[in-house]
C-alpha cells in the first residue's frame, strides 16, 4: 500500500467509526494500525533486500565508479609510451601530436560516457 492509500484507508476507518459509533473504535483502529505495520515491515524488507544486494547500477555506487576510471587512465598512460614512440619514430612531431591527440580523444569519450551515465551533479 502507498501513501495515498494509506490516507484512503484512514478516511474510510475515520468514516466507519462515524457510522459504527465508539464502540467500534478500538477495532478500527487496531486494523488500520495493523495496516499500517504490515506497509512499514514490507517498505523495510524491501530496503534490506536493496542493500543486501548492492546497488543496481555501477554508477550508484558511493566510489562513483572510481575504480574504472583510474584503471581506464593508467592503461591509457601505459599505452601512450609506445604509441609516442611509434608516432614520433615514423612521423616526428606531427606522428607524437596525432598519437596524443588519439590518446586525449579515447580519454575523453570515455570520460563523456561516465559523466552522462551519473548524470547531472546535484551540488550544481
Same mark, same amino acid.
Given at each position: 500500500m502507498e501513501s495515498q492509500e494509506l490516507k484512503k484507508e484512514l478516511a474510510a476507518t475515520l468514516d466507519a467509526r462515524r457510522e459504527l459509533g465508539p464502540e467500534y473504535e478500538a477495532a478500527l483502529v487496531d486494523s488500520?494500525?495493523?495496516k499500517?505495520?504490515?506497509q +512499514?515491515?514490507?517498505r523495510l524488507a524491501e530496503d534490506r533486500l536493496a542493500a543486501a544486494r548492492g546497488p543496481r547500477r555501477p554508477e550508484e555506487s558511493p566510489a562513483g565508479n572510481f575504480g574504472?576510471?583510474?584503471g581506464f587512465a593508467i592503461v591509457t598512460l601505459v599505452l601512450a609510451i609506445p604509441l609516442s614512440a611509434i608516432g614520433a619514430a615514423q612521423a616526428h612531431l606531427p606522428g607524437l601530436? +596525432?598519437?596524443w591527440l588519439g590518446i586525449v580523444g579515447v580519454?575523453?569519450?570515455h570520460?563523456?560516457?561516465s559523466l552522462r551515465r551519473r548524470g547531472p551533479d546535484p551540488q550544481d
Amino acid at each position: 500500500m502507498e501513501s495515498q492509500e494509506l490516507k484512503k484507508e484512514l478516511a474510510a476507518t475515520l468514516d466507519a467509526r462515524r457510522e459504527l459509533g465508539p464502540e467500534y473504535e478500538a477495532a478500527l483502529v487496531d486494523s488500520f494500525v495493523e495496516k499500517v505495520d504490515t506497509q +512499514v515491515r514490507r517498505r523495510l524488507a524491501e530496503d534490506r533486500l536493496a542493500a543486501a544486494r548492492g546497488p543496481r547500477r555501477p554508477e550508484e555506487s558511493p566510489a562513483g565508479n572510481f575504480g574504472e576510471r583510474f584503471g581506464f587512465a593508467i592503461v591509457t598512460l601505459v599505452l601512450a609510451i609506445p604509441l609516442s614512440a611509434i608516432g614520433a619514430a615514423q612521423a616526428h612531431l606531427p606522428g607524437l601530436i +596525432v598519437a596524443w591527440l588519439g590518446i586525449v580523444g579515447v580519454n575523453f569519450v570515455h570520460a563523456s560516457k561516465s559523466l552522462r551515465r551519473r548524470g547531472p551533479d546535484p551540488q550544481d
